[in-house]
Structures are given as structure tokens and as C-alpha cells.
């Protein structure tokens, strides 16, 4: 079996190689399975091409858009030209997977074949200094109507950086909005989902994720991006 892996960069050299060592050491891979890593570079202009020459089985995508879900629909389309593929799973530069990670969601994707969209329960560290936290692990929903209830609500109950998806959602969902939801990109994709995937977590913790100090402008920014969603969940999804 053989699984992408979507990767967004920007400036992100000090921290991609600890990313890709805990995507690369993967046990599912030491098992026989196969996959190639889809790096997209986010108009970066530090020495991440140098940083990542060491690994092998990247897919090199360099991407002048800036935003995050521009940089993911790169990946994508690329993505969907390999037939080989069936599932993508998602990490950001600055994160790292549990080394069964990959290990545990197959196992579960393959018993569950309904399943479309599987995350895991994630550990929060910080990032810097004066970073703070409200909880350390993610106490997420496991079940779909529950992991459904929350989006509709606005909220969202999965942690993109665990998520595993089949590749023919893209096509079913357009792929991500990244004009209109520019700091909630994944929660928009997550509510185009709603009506033909079926969601789950898995209820461990396989993902450290790296909670980053951010500017003033962009926390109102994203705050605006989840609230425009919030209104429009709830009136375009609740009938």
C-alpha cells in the first residue's frame, strides 16, 4: 500500500527534518508499505531545498501562492495524477507523529472501510516561551455523529496535522478554500465533507503538535475566518 503524505512549508528549515524523521521511521513503512512525500514549499526563502536533499521520496512542489490552503490544493493536484493512491495523510512543518501512528490509523481505516476521514488525539507543546496553553491533550470526539455534531456547531473536532483522508474527497469537495477561509481552512473543508463521509478519532494521542507564537493580526484573522464559518455551518448545514 502506498500513501501520501501532504506537506506544507514556509520558512520552516530549523524545524522540517524533526517532521520528516518521525514521517520516514514510520513502523507501517517499515512493514513493506510505500509512500511519497508531497512537500509543498510556500514560497520559503530560507535553505529548506538543502534541509530536505538527505530523504528520499519527496514530490518537490513549489508553490508561489501564499496561504496555507493554496500550498495544500498544490499538493492535491498533484496527488490525484497518481493512481497508486488511496490514502493522504497530513503534517505541518512543525509537527511531529508518534512512530505507530500511521501503523494504528491503517489498522483501524482497513477494518472500517466506511470510514473517510480518521484523525487521532493530539499532545499540545509550545512553541515558545510565552506561549499559553488551555489543555495539554486533546480530548476529542471518537464517533461520527458526534465528531458531526461539533462541526455543525462550528467546532472542530479534528486535529488536521492527524488526519488521514481518501484521495477522492478532493474531487467530491473542491479541495480547500483558502480566499474565503484563509485561518480555517481544514474546518471548511470538514463541513463540505458533512453529507457523504463518515469522520472518526482514534482515541490516542500520536501527534505532537507545536503551538506557535502568533502575531496580533493574524489571530484576528483567523478569529474572523471561524466565525464567518461558524455562521455559515450553522445556517447552511441545519435543516
Known amino acids: 500500500m502506498k500513501i501520501a503524505i501532504l506537506l506544507p512549508v514556509r520558512n520552516g528549515a530549523h524545524l522540517i527534518e524533526k517532521a520528516l524523521d518521525s514521517v520516514v521511521n514510520q513502523t507501517f513503512f517499515k512493514k513493506g508499505n510505500d509512500y511519497i512525500i508531497y512537500l509543498v514549499d510556500n514560497d520559503s526563502s530560507d535553505d529548506l531545498v538543502e534541509k530536505i536533499k538527505k530523504y528520499k521520496n519527496i514530490s ?12 495544500l490544493n498544490a499538493g492535491m493536484f498533484r496527488i490525484q495524477n497518481n493512481d497508486d493512491i488511496e490514502y493522504i495523510a497530513r503534517i505541518d512543518q512543525d509537527d511531529e507523529w508518534h512512530l505507530n501512528k500511521l501503523e494504528v490509523q491503517m489498522d483501524f481505516l482497513i477494518k472500517n472501510p466506511d470510514v473517510d476521514i480518521c484523525g487521532t488525539q493530539m499532545h499540545f507543546t509550545k512553541g515558545s516561551e510565552d506561549t499559553v496553553l488551555d489543555f ?104
Not at 512542489?61 to 500550498?71: N, P, Q, R, T
Not at 480555517?184 to 503538535?209: G, M, P, R, T
Request: net charge positive.
Open 60 to 71: 518537490y512542489i513549489k508553490s508561489k501562492h501564499l496561504g496555507i490552503g493554496a500550498a
Open 136 to 239: 495539554e491533550y486533546s480530548q476529542w470526539p471518537t464517533d461520527d455523529r458526534t465528531i458531526k455534531d461539533f462541526l455543525l456547531r462550528g467546532m472542530n473536532p479534528l486535529g488536521h496535522p492527524s488526519i488521514i483522508y481518501k484521495k477522492y474527497i478532493f474531487n467530491f469537495c473542491g479541495g480547500y478554500d483558502d480566499a474565503t477561509y484563509k485561518f480555517a481552512e481544514d474546518l471548511d473543508l470538514w463541513l463540505k465533507c458533512l453529507s457523504f463521509c463518515k469522520f472518526a478519532n482514534i482515541n490516542q494521542h500520536l501527534v505532537e503538535y507545536r503551538y506557535q507564537k502568533r502575531d496580533s493580526q493574524h489571530l484576528q484573522d483567523r478569529a474572523v475566518s471561524l466565525l464567518n464559518l461558524r455562521t455559515h455551518s450553522l445556517y447552511s448545514y441545519t435543516v
